[in-house]
């Protein structure tokens, strides 16, 4: 019966176009899953929590011009019951003739003091089991965000570490096995190649379209970089042009080491595999581009 009642939250709907990424409703799911498993409020208001989804669009989502964090809180009602906001009928009202349909503007979820949050049985339910608050974590993760940034959500959303990541959060072996072979045991971007006795050291296989996105465990869609390099190019620190030259975001910053260890990589051209054919295809680059890269880049110094 309790998987029954969650069913409708595993399957929200989320806008889709092509492999757009719209991560508005996950984001604010964690924040209230977050919630309950602190033994916090059943209600997140909108006047609260407004800027800090924002935050998190800013951080976690593709690049965009602007964030909507009113869309989640309010859309969220049209997925199941699982979502009440108990000043619905007064924003409603407030809305008028003209914008009788659709969504509400923000101005008049804060003239209303607009809650919202997880209906009363899914609310006990999950106060009662932390491990179904988990599991829905785990599945939200996987299916929105890359695996090397799962922990920097749940510390920005204020949850520990969920265990059901680290047990299911599993790619293919023989990817990480090619990528590591073409690249010659050595990152793409700095040429790290530590080894811990006869094992590789902070050596990953990062996609360059996600795996929570469609993009398949190819060669041509891998590189092979160290873990401070694939997590910077899943945030959209780093970046790649068609013709494969490392892009860095104008909007990273920091002291000497950040320019000692990302900014001086801007310009340079990636390391090439061994097999020439298995470098990383355009169609990758440019989703990774336009869902992930914050542009934009800087010069070539």
């Not at 299916?143 to 059901?164: C, K, N, R, T, Y």
């Not at 190819?218 to 494969?244: P, Q």
Request: some cysteine; proline content about 7%.
């Amino acid at each position: 019966m309790s998987r029954e009642l969650l069913e409708p939250l595993r399957k929200i709907s989320v806008w889709k176009k092509g492999s757009r990424r719209a991560p508005h409703k996950p984001l604010l799911l964690l924040l209230a899953l977050a919630e309950v498993q602190r033994g916090g409020d059943r209600w997140l208001r909108f006047a609260a929590v407004e800027e800090r989804l924002k935050n998190l669009l800013l951080d976690f989502g593709p690049p965009a011009k602007s964030c909507h964090p009113e869309y989640p809180f309010w859309r969220l009602q049209n997925d199941g019951t699982f979502w009440e906001i108990p000043e619905r009928e007064e924003a409603v009202a407030l809305r008028g003739e003209r914008l009788r349909t659709g969504d509400v503007p923000p101005s008049i979820l804060r003239t209303v003091d607009a809650r919202a949050g997880f209906s009363e049985p899914v609310f006990a339910l999950l106060r009662a089991r932390p491990d179904l608050v988990a599991e829905l974590t785990a599945n939200i993760l996987e299916e929105h965000f890359e695996a090397s940034f799962h922990g920097d959500i749940l510390d920005a959303v204020g949850m520990p570490w969920v265990p059901q990541l680290s047990a299911r959060s599993k790619r293919s072996l023989e990817f990480r096995e090619d990528l590591i072979r073409l690249y010659e045991h050595r990152c793409a971007v700095c040429g790290f190649d530590g080894m811990l006795g006869t094992s590789q050291l902070a050596l990953e296989a990062a996609h360059v379209q996600w795996h929570a996105h469609g993009g398949p465990d190819r060669s041509e869609n891998g590189i092979l970089m160290c873990s401070l390099h694939h997590k910077a190019f899943d945030r959209g620190a780093l970046g790649l042009s068609e013709d494969r030259v490392i892009l860095v975001s104008q909007h990273l910053h920091g002291g000497p080491q950040v320019r000692d260890t990302l900014i001086r990589f801007a310009g340079m051209p990636l390391a090439r595999p061994l097999e020439p054919e298995k470098v990383p295809a355009p169609l990758f680059i440019r989703w990774h581009r336009r869902e992930v890269f914050r542009d934009p880049a800087r010069v070539m110094e």
